[in-house]
Structures are given as C-alpha cells and as structure tokens.
C-alpha cells in the first residue's frame, strides 16, 4: 500500500509527516548543536534522547521510544521549571540551564533548546500509540550508564552527566569508578524506576511483556 502523507500504512505506527518531521528537526537541530556546542555534547543524555527519539519516530520503534521516554519525562519537566524560574524571578532554581542566557550564542540557537518544552508530551503521545514496552526501562539505564562512562573523558570542565561532581553539592564522591556508579544509580532510582512504574501502570492495557 502507498504511503499518502498524513496516513499510516501497515508497516508504521506513525503518518508520514510525524515520520518526516522528525528527519526535518533532526537534520536541523544535529549540525547546528555540533558547530554550536560541539561533538562532546551528544554525550549528555538528554541529547541522546533527541537522537533516540528521531529514529524511534521514523522506524516506529516502540521500544526506542518507551527507553526516551523513561529517560526524559522527568529531566525535561525539571529543565522547564528551572528556565521559567529564571524568567520570573532573575535567577536559576536548580540549575542546567544557564546556557539559555549565555549571549555568545545566537538567540536562535539557544532557543532550539526548547524542544525540553514538548519533548514529555510528545513522547507520552508516541507510547500511547506505540504501547510502552517494559524493557524500555533496562534499556535506557544501560544507555545512561555508557554515556556517563564516556563523559569521564570529556573532562571535568564540563562535568557532562554529573560524571565528576554531583548536581547537589557539586562534589565527588570517591575514585572515577565510584562516583560514576553513584551518580547512575541515584539516576536509575530517583529519575528512571518511578516513570516505569508510572508508564507501566499508565499504559498497562497496551504495555509489551519484555
């Protein structure tokens, strides 16, 4: 069957200008980071999910999609707080989002970051239609866990992925090892385990049994 846009065909869960769109953003948004932030960045999680997300809409991937989906809720609801706080009040509540207010950066570029905005509700919306596959939880702690290795390397500057200091006190909690294992654990039991529990129960009628 030919793939009208804006129509499904028997292949995808998703129209073909959700599909497109997707390719659009990430042809957009990918090289601007990488001139602008540079290639270290696609380590920090919440940009593997962008990357992650993409693919999960184009090749309707129920399980990419429910992984982002674990990995982002929460982080990007406390990213919004954090930004509207600045808004309002002149200064940052929790922190990670500086960079919105850093002028060496084109306004425009800074403002791509928004995607933190939509990002919860389109993925809640891609679950609903995909059904939330149960591995996606296991899945998304084993990308954090290498992404937090990897950010070992990019130096302790940027402190990508907590992977030097923590987000709290701003300290490090023993050898490289240690702290690494410290911060992925805090992230898979205080961030990733309740949206599981959350998306399981949520979407239990349609939830894959991985």
């Known amino acids: 069957m030919g793939e009208a846009a804006g ?3 028997g292949k995808y869960k998703f129209p073909a200008w959700v599909r497109w769109a997707s390719v659009i953003w990430f042809a957009v948004w990918f090289p601007v980071y990488w001139h602008s932030w540079g ?5 920090h999680v919440c940009d593997i999910t962008v990357i992650l997300t993409c693919a999960g809409f184009f090749w309707s991937k129920g399980l990419l999609l429910s992984s982002q989906a674990v990995a982002t809720i929460i982080p990007d609801l406390l990213w919004d707080l954090d930004a509207g706080w600045r808004v309002f009040t002149g200064h ?3 922190g990670g989002t500086e960079y919105m207010w850093d002028a060496h950066h084109a306004l425009w570029v800074r403002l791509l970051s928004l995607f933190h905005v939509v990002w919860p509700v389109l993925l809640l919306w891609a679950v609903a239609k995909t059904g939330y596959d149960r591995r996606g939880f296991l899945l998304q702690a084993a990308i954090a866990g290498d992404a937090m290795i990897a950010s070992r390397f990019a130096g302790a500057a940027l402190n990508i992925n907590y992977a030097f200091r923590d987000p709290v006190l701003h300290r490090a909690w ?3 090892p240690v702290h690494v294992a410290l911060m992925w654990v805090g992230l898979v039991i205080v961030i990733y385990l309740p949206t599981h529990f ?3 129960r949520i979407f239990w009628k349609n939830a894959a049994r991985g």
């Open 174 to 176: 023993g050898p490289a």
């Open 198 to 200: 959350a998306l399981r």
């Open 7 to 9: 129509q499904f065909d």
């Open 39 to 43: 290639a270290k960045n696609f380590l």
């Open 92 to 94: 940052n509540l929790l």
